[in-house]
């Protein structure tokens, strides 16, 4: 949602929204340190997210923090280019 320029705050709160009312239970967000703390602020259950800054770093979390089984969606902007870590993902 990074390319949405002035929209982006918009449809991150309405993500954050879906989240706060979910069953989801874990979320992981990549974006830039300027932007981590004002799109966390828009969430009820701090511990249901995971905030990276680093692409490097998203395989390792993902491994980490899920089992077999579990359902994994991967959005993202294009400018993270997320396809690279699913090659990455055990």
Known sequence: MQELGKES???????FNLINNSDIEKCLFICDKKNEKNYT?????????????NIKDVPQEI???TKKGDSILIKGSRFWQLEKIIELIN
């Open 41 to 53: 602020n828009f969430l009820k259950n701090k511990k249901k997210i995971l905030v990276l800054n």
């Open 9 to 15: 705050e918009k449809y991150h709160k309405e993500i």
């Open 63 to 65: 491994n980490k923090s």
